[in-house]
């Protein structure tokens, strides 16, 4: 009887998609279909996201922190790696969330509506840093909230 227990559980955890994959790799699946969709960006994304250069720290699904930086040029990133933690890129902005809030973005039918809403609930924690880029992400904020007040 244990031996049938045994046998059906691992019949099971071969049949379920595995939760654990490695985000970075699912991330880097995503850009290229960002990039070439970039033109469909609101532009006071734009604004937020033109040109930064961004520190993503991601808990994954093993509780680990992993690092990327990811740089923009016109809204379209230019360089996604993984990074160590430590490694001072000057960075302008820093982004932090759990693989699974990342996920449910990335996999949304609406991603940007998604996005604001991991935002305003605390799922995603956006830190501009310097003054430059806390005044463009400030004016960005407040235009991404009138926007979805009136439905845009």
Do not use: H, Q, W
């Not at 992993?66 to 430590?86: L, N, P, Q, R, S």
Request: proline residues 3%.
């Amino acid at each position: 009887m244990k031996k049938i227990i045994v046998i059906l559980m691992l019949l099971m955890s071969m049949m379920m998609p595995v939760a654990s994959a490695d985000i970075v790799t699912d991330l880097k699946a995503d850009v290229a279909e960002y990039n070439a969709n970039v033109a469909a960006v609101p532009s006071y994304l734009v604004t937020l996201l033109g040109d930064e250069t961004i520190k993503l720290v991601i808990v994954d699904d093993d509780g680990d922190k992993v690092y990327i930086k990811a740089i923009t040029e016109g809204a379209k990133i230019t360089t996604f790696e993984e990074v160590d933690g430590d490694e001072d890129f000057g960075a302008t902005m820093v982004v932090g969330a759990n693989a699974f809030t990342v996920r449910s973005v990335l996999r949304s039918s609406d991603p940007l509506t998604e996005f604001i809403a991991a935002k305003d609930n605390g799922e995603i924690v956006v830190e501009p840093v310097g003054i430059t880029s806390t005044v463009k992400y400030t004016v960005a904020s407040v235009v991404m909230d009138v926007t979805s007040l009136f439905g845009f």
